[in-house]
């Protein structure tokens, strides 16, 4: 009796790291445990018993989902959040999530694992079944050493807490990313000392910001400019952003495109926002502000910037020095918070004279006659198919009516994304997410995240049927009704993978027509709907006509709204 008393008030490193976490500001942990966490499970009993305040844990079934909610969570957030997964396997199942939050700059703490390190009973937590020999690698860490900031291993239940500050500190300092750290069984185990560690003391790097001659000169070339354009794609990751942009551009009448977005970065009711497509104005503007977007333009089309265009790259990673072949070529880079730079220019421009009042009206006039132009256009395509053939322009302007400026939107749609972006115009800061990566299956546990940090509004997820399959939907549907996280999801089924098709079209269009459905085809299609209602007793709706979309999403949202998930399998024309 007294050996299990002594036993549980031992403080180990499995305490250490959970209450690190915890004083870091990690609210929960999305994971798939193993026999690995052992010691973590007693130390999440241990604080229920004492009523010590823990991350609260979201148990996914599969390592993708959680990874996905872990991101999801992240960005509407905006505070790191934890995924625990098993050893090597659990790390392999992370996938092309881990790509995700690298590229799309979302802050994750990763905790793994190790297989144990002793084999003969020398210490608490050694060898005890076959598998922990199979999953003994030379480097487990180089499985995530590319996606991740930082990766290390515990070795000593002494400074655990550090460990755990310091991943966060580098989690969430720009560019923000994930971060990958393992321990074994044993140094789990191992006693450690309950210091307290002041977070304060761990703080992410400061914002950077430009050189005061640096905004004089950008300044200058955009009061000189006579066709000025800014492209952004994730400014809008931090919501004060937004405001500053538009200030901004408002007093120099600076036409903005959000080109492929994955935050919401200027309102799209503004005169100045010119959709979602850089490629038709780079070649006819004269000085160009990329404001944190990766790829503003493709340099093999024939739509790049004229000879001579001014071309200013501000950005909190200018270089992409994580991706070996880019270029942009630009007047000038600079490593700057796109936030406070827009406050230091916004600051310059109150203290010089303004803009000519002609030039500002002439410029002004013309974003909004595009503006206009666009709008008219996109309304067109959004107009109920007369052949009854259901349309991503039409599921889109169904589901405008049905949502409102505040609800959560998770883009996972690839070739359909352009309605989204045109037909759901999001005006406030914070309502619109993409993955930032290329790797699909992230929505459904984005949403699943999405949810858990705004329980009080509405999130609708958009994927392809492609994706659906990718997304472990099974583990989405599950954990969204046992943690009571009901969301919308639409799925655009073409019963095929169309970026491929559409790719290969591209690269040989006279070619491969015998064969090209067998390497694309989906068909048949699965049941999508049926399956999260399987999983989790989401309400399911397979709709195939124009005319029967309106009545589904209405009844899908009110479901939603109930606190049941739903998925709309909207059956489109196959590729």
Same mark, same amino acid.
């Given at each position: ?11 180990t ?21 193993g ?10 009993a241990k ?9 609260? =844990? ?19 957030s905006?505070?790191?959040?934890? =995924?625990f997964v098993?050893v ?6 992370l996938?092309?999530g881990?790509s995700?939050a ?10 793994a694992?190790l297989?144990?390190?002793t ?7 050694s060898?005890?079944r076959?598998?922990?020999y199979?999953?003994?690698v ?5 499985? =995530?050493r590319?996606y ?27 560019p ?9 069984r044993?140094v789990?185990a ?6 307290p ?14 050189r ?6 950008i300044i ?6 006579e ?14 952003c ?25 309102p799209?009711?503004h005169p ?13 503007a ?5 404001l ?5 333009w493709i340099?093999?089309?024939?739509q790049i ?12 990673d ?15 880079f &600079? ?5 406070t ?8 421009l ?6 000519d ?7 002004r ?24 053939v259901i349309?991503?322009?039409w ?6 009516e049905e ?10 749609? =690839?070739?359909?994304a352009t ?19 290329s ?11 999405s949810k ?14 492609g994706?659906? &399959?990718?997304?472990?939907?099974s583990?989405?549907y ?8 009901? &969301?919308l999801?639409?799925?655009?089924n073409?019963q095929?993978?169309?970026?491929t ?9 006279n070619?491969?027509?015998?064969t090209?459905g067998d390497c694309v ?9 049926e ?14 006509r ?9 009844e ?16 489109m024309?196959?590729?």
């Amino acid at each position: 009796m007294n050996s299990e008393n002594n036993k549980s008030t031992r403080y180990t490193a499995s305490d250490a790291l959970m209450t690190g976490l915890q004083e870091a500001g990690v609210s929960h942990i999305f994971g798939n445990l193993g026999s690995d966490h052992a010691d973590i499970i007693e130390s999440l009993a241990k604080a229920a018993a004492n009523g010590t305040p823990m991350p609260k =844990v979201v148990l996914c079934p599969h390592e993708g989902v959680a990874l996905a909610a872990a991101h999801g969570y992240a960005q509407v957030s905006g505070k790191t959040q934890a =995924v625990f997964v098993h050893v090597d396997v659990g790390t392999q199942n992370l996938g092309g999530g881990i790509s995700n939050a690298y590229h799309g700059r979302v802050p994750v703490f990763v905790f793994a694992g190790l297989t144990p390190y002793t084999i003969e009973g020398e210490l608490p937590g050694s060898r005890n079944r076959s598998a922990t020999y199979l999953q003994d690698v030379p480097d487990q860490g180089g499985i =995530v050493r590319q996606y991740v900031k930082w990766d290390y291993s515990i070795r000593t239940g002494k400074n655990v807490k550090q460990l755990v500050q310091r991943a966060i500190q580098i989690a969430e300092s720009d560019p923000k990313g994930p971060v990958y750290l393992t321990g074994a069984r044993e140094v789990l185990a191992e006693e450690s000392v309950a210091t307290p560690l002041p977070p304060e003391k761990w703080r992410p790097i400061e914002p950077a910001a430009l050189r005061a001659e640096s905004v004089t000169e950008i300044i200058g070339a955009l009061m000189h400019a006579e066709r000025p354009l800014l492209i952004t794609s994730y400014s809008g990751r931090n919501t004060a952003c937004v405001a500053e942009l538009v200030r901004f551009c408002e007093r120099l009448a600076i036409p903005v495109v959000e080109e492929r977005p994955i935050h919401m970065n200027f309102p799209a009711d503004h005169p100045l926002h010119l959709g979602y497509l850089a490629a038709p104005y780079v070649a006819d503007a004269d000085v160009i502000v990329v404001l944190d977007c990766d790829v503003p333009w493709i340099p093999s089309s024939k739509q790049i910037p004229q000879e001579g265009c001014k071309i200013f790259f501000i950005d909190i990673d200018p270089l992409k020095d994580s991706i070996p072949l880019w270029y942009m070529p630009s007047e000038r880079f &600079f490593r700057a918070d796109s936030a406070t730079a827009l406050g230091q220019m916004n600051s310059h421009l109150d203290s010089v004279a303004p803009m000519d009042p002609v030039k500002h009206g002439q410029r002004r006039e013309r974003a909004m006659e595009k503006h206009s132009e666009l709008r008219n256009a996109w309304s067109k395509k959004a107009r109920a198919p007369l052949d009854g053939v259901i349309t991503p322009d039409w599921v889109t302007a169904c589901l405008r009516e049905e949502i409102d400026a505040n609800t959560i939107l998770i883009n996972e749609s =690839v070739t359909s994304a352009t309605a989204i972006f045109q037909n759901l115009p999001r005006t406030k800061p914070g309502t619109f997410f993409g993955s930032g990566g290329s790797s699909l299956g992230w929505g459904g546990g984005a949403a699943l995240g999405s949810k858990l940090a705004a329980p009080d509004r509405d999130v609708v997820c958009f994927t392809g049927d492609g994706a659906f &399959f990718l997304g472990n939907p099974s583990s989405v549907y599950w954990a969204s009704r046992r943690y009571d996280a009901p &969301f919308l999801t639409i799925v655009f089924n073409n019963q095929g993978w169309n970026a491929t098709q559409e790719n290969f079209k591209r690269l040989h269009p006279n070619g491969g027509a015998g064969t090209l459905g067998d390497c694309v085809s989906l068909s048949p299609s699965a049941d999508f709907a049926e399956i999260a209602a399987a999983a989790g007793g989401a309400l399911a709706r397979t709709v195939e006509r124009a005319d029967e979309l309106p009545a589904a999403l209405v009844e899908a949202m009110r479901a939603v709204r109930k606190g049941r998930s739903a998925v709309v399998d909207i059956r489109m024309a196959k590729i």
